[in-house]
């Protein structure tokens, strides 16, 4: 979940420090981190370079590629 990677992330700097590092509002910074905004495609590279690591490790499900979860056989 992207929530845990960004918190993760962040470690123990404040949000205010991070926030202020990548010249957003750390209001921003905590709905991203919440779920509730999606960052734009160039906010998301600057997060993700920030944290020196890739848009995709941050941002999606390492399982993406997969169109429909496995179904359970039911007996």
Do not use: W
């Amino acid at each position: 979940m992207v929530r845990h990677k960004l918190i993760d992330c962040r470690g123990n700097r404040s949000r205010q420090d991070v926030s202020n590092d990548l010249n957003i509002t750390p209001q921003m910074l905590g709905a991203i981190e919440r779920g509730d905004r999606t960052p734009s495609l160039k906010l998301a590279k600057r997060i993700a370079d920030y944290y020196k690591l890739s848009v995709d490790e941050i941002f999606f499900n390492k399982n993406r590629h997969i169109a429909f979860p496995k179904e359970e056989k039911i007996i």
